[in-house]
């Protein structure tokens, strides 16, 4: 297993477009979780699946962002009618189970840009 | 969750070793501690936690004081390699299921030759 990966890398996007990013995390993982990173600040939570539950959302999450995970495998992050305010490092992550014990395994990332 | 309080940034030499600090006075008798550490354009990485004694593993050590209001992260020597922000983060356990990871903006560990 390669760890969690993430796709695009980069995205460059013209405001108002709407935008899809993909995480495919570690295969034995049921938890997947996205935070969001701006320059200088530490990742913020955006919302987490158990399997294929979403079992909670950030007040950070618009009604213009949705997340899915249709089979308990990957997950997509879409973000409509793109806002300059989304550029961003948009993070994935997959932990094993729901234990204090277990760590979280984060991806590269996705980074936004809105123009 | 409880809160941390980091130095924004350290500085340390290659090969020596570096103490990175934190305190968190409230936390609570279930509350772990971890650190996780970002490399430069990659996402965060666990690095080790404990929840009262102290800790050793392969890449770093943790100490935890008696009364649990501080801790320190031990890099025995430092490479260029560790270059990273350091987060110092509390997880409450309490139940099976922890809290999420909730990051502040870290330490800044700048190695220098």
Request: proline share 4%; net charge neutral; charged share 20%.
């Amino acid at each position: 297993d390669t760890g969690v990966s993430q796709d695009p890398r980069h995205k460059i996007t013209k405001r108002g477009q709407n935008v899809t990013f993909r995480c495919d995390p570690i295969s034995e993982h049921n938890r997947l979780y996205w935070y969001r990173q701006t320059l200088g600040q530490g990742p913020e939570f955006l919302t987490y699946f158990q399997n294929e539950a979403q079992l909670e959302k950030s007040r950070l999450l618009s009604d213009r962002f949705s997340a899915e995970r249709p089979k308990g495998s990957f997950s997509t992050l879409e973000i409509q009618r793109t806002e300059q305010g989304d550029s961003a490092m948009y993070l994935c992550a997959s932990s094993q189970g729901p234990g204090v014990g277990y760590g979280y395994t984060f991806g590269s990332g996705t980074r936004l840009t809105v123009v | 969750d409880a809160k941390t309080t980091q130095p924004n940034s350290m500085e340390s030499n290659e090969e020596e070793p570096v103490h990175l600090p934190c305190n968190h006075s409230t936390i609570s008798g279930t509350d772990y501690i971890h650190w996780y550490r970002q490399l430069p354009s990659q996402g965060p990485e666990y690095v080790i936690h404990g929840l009262t004694s102290n800790v050793n593993n392969r890449m770093a050590s943790l100490a935890i004081a008696e009364d649990r209001k501080s801790s320190t992260l031990i890099l025995h020597r430092a490479t260029l390699r560790d270059a990273a922000v350091y987060y110092c983060i509390l997880r409450d356990g309490g139940t099976g299921t922890a809290s999420k990871l909730t990051f502040g903006t870290g330490t800044r560990l700048q190695v220098t030759l």
